[in-house]
């Protein structure tokens, strides 16, 4: 692998690599671009398989973060951490302090937050050595519920436009992943009135949802190919592949994991499939939303105020598909990329002790 031939091809202004042999430390920060703000995204801790795996990853997470940060109106650049390692037997307080200290080295180029396998109480340690950091517990706390809510806010838009109604009472979703996002998904899915149908590797996860949501368990391997109004992929990225396109046996693809399509073209797949897609980094926006308000200070009301509009930004985004004939994840790179070439056009005010 060539690691400046990566770069190339994500546009991605950087990579660092942090190691820490006292701590098990392996971890690597992608900063792709920074041209709206600082790069704000999360750590995710997870047992890559091979280091170049990971790179792969956390570039695409990286580039995801920006067009994020850039659809949803935010002052912020694209940036993501992976740390390589098991997160259940893996974590420790001085692996996360080394980690702070590789962020600090970057004089706030790169503000991190909590995402899989990392919590608030990962982020308190990673606190005592740096102060770029958000979504503490005394700050605006776990992100994950606000991921959902967004979700829920572009799932409503995706229904308008296959149903003529908003309302998600009596739809089928079926919840690839039952982590903090999945779970309290189902939680704001059940209370709308839609029937559940889950899965995840966790059978605990499963039994409890089945438990309080009347959630119909299946195995991880058939979520894809269930009959159901909604597909909701909120584990990892690139569910949405040549494999899988042709199983699909849903109207809507719409839920909180990142980089859902493997590859752009999926995305036309689906659209010639008659499949709605919401494009991830769109419908989940809530979770960045939320800890970006710790920058001006937390406010629970003007979030979920900003994690609303969300259900606009996905309508917008299936009107332009519309009117021009795209598929929406086309339609949502575009809008992207116009904010990003204007904030290149008018850069941002900086300053020099």
């Known amino acids: 692998m060539s690691i400046f031939g990566k770069l190339a091809e994500f546009d991605c202004e950087g990579l660092v690599f942090c190691h820490d042999e006292a701590t098990g430390l392996r971890a690597i920060i992608a900063i792709h671009d920074t041209t709206l703000g600082p790069a704000l995204g999360g750590c995710r801790m997870w047992p890559y398989g091979t280091e170049e795996e990971a790179i792969l990853d956390v570039l695409r997470l990286a580039r995801g973060m920006t067009y994020k940060a850039a659809v949803s109106g935010l002052d912020l650049g694209g940036g993501k951490s992976v740390i390589l390692g098991d997160p259940d037997r893996d974590k420790s307080g001085a692996l996360f302090r080394s980690f702070g200290r590789y962020v600090e080295t970057l004089g706030g180029r790169y503000i991190v937050a909590e995402d899989v396998g990392t919590s608030p109480a990962d982020m308190e340690s990673i606190r005592t050595e740096t102060s770029h950091v958000v979504g503490l517990g005394g700050g605006s706390g ?10 829920v806010a572009g799932m409503r838009a995706c229904v308008e436009e ?6 998600l009472e009596g739809l089928t979703v ?10 309290e998904l189902c939680r704001l899915l059940h209370g709308e009135g839609a029937r ?3 899965a995840d590797l966790h059978f605990d996860a499963v039994r409890r949802a089945a438990v309080e949501f009347g959630a119909q368990p299946v195995e991880p391997g058939g979520i894809l190919s269930v009959p159901c109004d909604i597909f909701a992929p909120c584990a990892l990225g690139a569910v949405v592949n040549d494999k899988t396109v042709p199983n699909l046996r849903c109207a809507i693809v719409a839920g909180s994991a ?3 399509l ?3 073209r999926h995305g036309e797949g689906l659209a010639e499939r008659g ?3 919401a494009p991830d980094y769109v419908i989940n926006a809530g979770g960045l939303i939320k800890v970006s308000d710790e920058l001006e200070g937390y406010d629970e009301g003007r979030t979920r105020e900003r994690v609303a509009r969300i259900q606009d930004s996905v309508k917008n985004i299936i009107e332009i598909s519309r009117k021009d004939g795209i598929p929406t994840n086309v339609a949502a790179d575009g809008l992207a990329l116009e904010r990003l070439r204007a904030g290149q056009q008018h850069p ?3 300053t020099t002790n």
């Not at 776990?142 to 979700?151: E, N």
């Not at 296959?162 to 309302?167: L, Q």
Request: proline share 7%; charged share 5%; aromatic share 10%.
């Open 196 to 198: 559940l149908v889950v």
């Open 275 to 277: 499949i709605l897609y």
């Open 348 to 350: 941002r005010l900086t």
């Open 142 to 151: 776990d992100p994950s519920p606000f991921t959902a809510l967004g979700v």
């Open 162 to 167: 296959v149903f003529g109604s908003p309302s």
């Open 258 to 260: 990142n980089n859902v």
């Open 262 to 264: 493997a590859e752009g």
């Open 174 to 183: 079926a919840v690839q992943g039952l982590g903090h996002v999945g779970y």
